[in-house]
């Protein structure tokens, strides 16, 4: 993934899970990101699920899409990694001129469940929250370190 070539628009990001996907939003200059509902995955296989997404990144006008990449703490690749390679690569053909991205997110899910836990949240609460917000804090790393990049070009 190159960080550099980004061009302005919305980018979608998500959080997959075997029950939800939790989903994401950039605003229109991909500065910050605001929580989605949440897909219910349920029992849907992964080209159903795909068309599922690429009909909200449709929807939401998205010029590219996030994906969570649950490396390990070693940082190489498990299962959870891998489905989320499979996963992109059935997105991908249904967006074309979409770029798909995978973003490292590991910790993402537990470190937003510690700061509801902080807050208070009810347990209730958070089920129904977490997978969305889990979504915002990948999209937003993502934005940020797009964002610290840089342009690539001077402007005269």
Known sequence: MNLDESSPGRLLALDLGDVRIGMAISDPLGITAQPLPHLEAGKLGTRRLAARVATEARRHEAVGVVIGLPLLLSGEEGTRAQKSREFAAALTPQLPGVAVHLWDERLSTVEVERVMIAGNVRR?????????????????????????VGPTRSDP
């Open 124 to 148: 209730r609460r958070r089920r129904e929250k977490i997978d969305s917000l889990a979504a915002v804090l990948i999209l937003q790393g993502f934005l940020d370190a797009r964002c610290a």
